[in-house]
């Protein structure tokens, strides 16, 4: 599968960003997809994963009530919508995708986009 980010942008403290992620192929609806996000400096971390019935999601502790993940298996497409962001939030967002049924590890990455948050 391939996957395409997008929706990046800058944004003030306290303001909102939707990211897309579109997969290829035509199996989308069987990966369990999720966004992770680098800022400089630090290392990758999970945001958010969801599963393929999209009825179990996951966030990290930073983002949990600020950030939902959804997804569209009939458009191939995952988001993430971030409300009220932070300036601890500025990092390059990665869209991921994995077959395997548990566990953090994801097999197929997206481009990366570039998240801004300025105080």
């Known amino acids: 599968v391939q996957l395409q980010a997008s929706g990046g942008g800058s944004v003030q403290a306290g303001g909102s960003l939707r990211l897309s992620c579109v997969a290829s192929?035509?199996?989308?609806?069987?990966?369990?997809m999720a966004w992770f996000r680098q800022a400089p400096g630090k290392e990758r971390e999970l945001v958010a994963a969801?599963?393929?019935?999209?009825?179990?999601?996951y966030y990290s502790g930073s983002v949990k009530g600020r950030f939902t993940i959804s997804r569209d298996n009939a458009k191939n497409t995952v988001y993430l919508q971030m409300n009220s962001l932070k300036p601890e939030d500025t990092a390059v967002y990665y869209c991921?995708?994995?077959?395997?049924?548990?566990?953090?590890?994801?097999?197929?990455w997206g481009q990366g986009t570039l998240v801004t948050v300025s105080s």
């Open positions: 969801i599963r393929w019935s999209a009825d179990n999601t």
């Open positions: 991921a995708a994995t077959l395997r049924p548990w566990g953090t590890q994801y097999d197929y």
């Open positions: 192929g035509r199996t989308f609806s069987s990966y369990r």
